[in-house]
């Protein structure tokens, strides 16, 4: 009986469940993103400007803290 060699096997399993799109790389975009991703979706993340993070990216100051947005 001749054995035939087993497909490589990666050290972690994938456990992706399906795929998602997520449009708009604003604050609930991204934490959309991540709890996809933690709840085992692979995800798509469309956003229309050349970088994420919405308005909250244009802002200098936070509310009520007045904290830097950065």
């Not at 990666?10 to 996809?36: C, H, P, R, W, Y």
């Not at 991703?37 to 692979?42: D, E, I, K, L, V």
């Not at 244009?58 to 009520?64: A, G, N, Q, S, V």
């Amino acid at each position: 009986m001749e054995l035939t060699p087993e497909p490589a096997q990666n050290e972690f399993k994938n456990n992706t469940i399906g795929a998602a799109l997520v449009v708009g790389g604003g604050i609930a975009g991204m934490q959309s993103s991540i709890d996809l991703a933690n709840s085992g979706y692979y995800v798509y993340l469309l956003e229309k400007s050349t970088a994420i993070g919405g308005l909250m990216a244009e802002l200098d100051k936070t509310f009520p803290t007045n904290d830097c947005a950065m």
